[in-house]
């Protein structure tokens, strides 16, 4: 997970198509990786302040060094010398695992700990694009414009049942009378790689991540047990 200081703004790097085991070292080797480069890239990031672990590699050193920047190490175990960027990961790890805790209250068949990434993912957006007290959202700052208010709307509550409309109906095509018009599925985030108002919705029969559009929501969890 990367943060940036003056905005505020965080970026995370799960990887939308498939499951993570929670004890999983590639895949924080590579999300710590990945959450680097991606920052490389930022014209406003001249200086970085970072853990020793993944950050002290070679190429990622190198990289910067291309690029005339900067880059600072925590001292072992010293992670307060970084606080504002442990407090907001802290912020957000809490806010994913409320979500994952609140989903698995209500419908308790279906969710489950490997599903930890999408949470994370939900919570960093959720981090960026809620208003704070004075009307003004992390992404307002790094983007430099403001964030339109209607897209909140888009925001549903995490891994709350979804119907998703039949495929061949989507299309424009008929069904015979007795089959059922939707399947049921799981909210898990909003697609990064489409309109912010597509959702990431799993299929709960074959473990699929996939983004969907004519959807429809059930946020209190009233269609389930």
Request: glycine share 4%; hydrophobic share 35%.
């Amino acid at each position: 997970m990367t943060y940036d200081l003056v905005p505020q703004f965080q970026w995370t790097t799960s990887n939308p198509d498939k499951r993570v085991e929670p004890t999983s070292p590639t895949a924080n080797l590579k999300a710590s990786i990945k959450a680097g480069v991606y920052l490389l890239i930022t014209p406003v990031a001249l200086c970085m302040l970072a853990d020793n672990s993944t950050f002290k590699a070679r190429r990622f050193v190198d990289e910067i060094r291309n690029r005339t920047q900067m880059i600072r190490y925590c001292g072992v175990n010293a992670h307060h010398k970084n606080s504002i960027a442990e407090r907001s990961i802290r912020t957000v790890t809490e806010m994913s695992r409320a979500m994952i805790l609140h989903a698995s209250v209500h419908w308790k068949d279906h969710v489950e700990p490997t599903l930890w990434p999408m949470a994370v993912d939900y919570a960093v957006y959720l981090y960026n694009h809620l208003p704070n007290e004075k009307g003004i959202a992390p992404a307002d700052i790094f983007s430099g414009t403001r964030t339109p208010r209607h897209k909140l709307r888009d925001m549903h509550v995490w891994g709350c049942p979804t119907y998703v409309l039949d495929p061949t109906l989507q299309q424009g095509k008929k069904l015979p009378r007795w089959q059922p018009r939707s399947r049921q599925g799981m909210f898990l985030g909003l697609s990064p790689k489409h309109s912010s108002d597509v959702p990431l919705i799993l299929n709960l029969n074959t473990g699929s991540i996939s983004p969907q559009f004519h959807v429809v929501f059930d946020d209190l969890f009233s269609t389930v047990m």
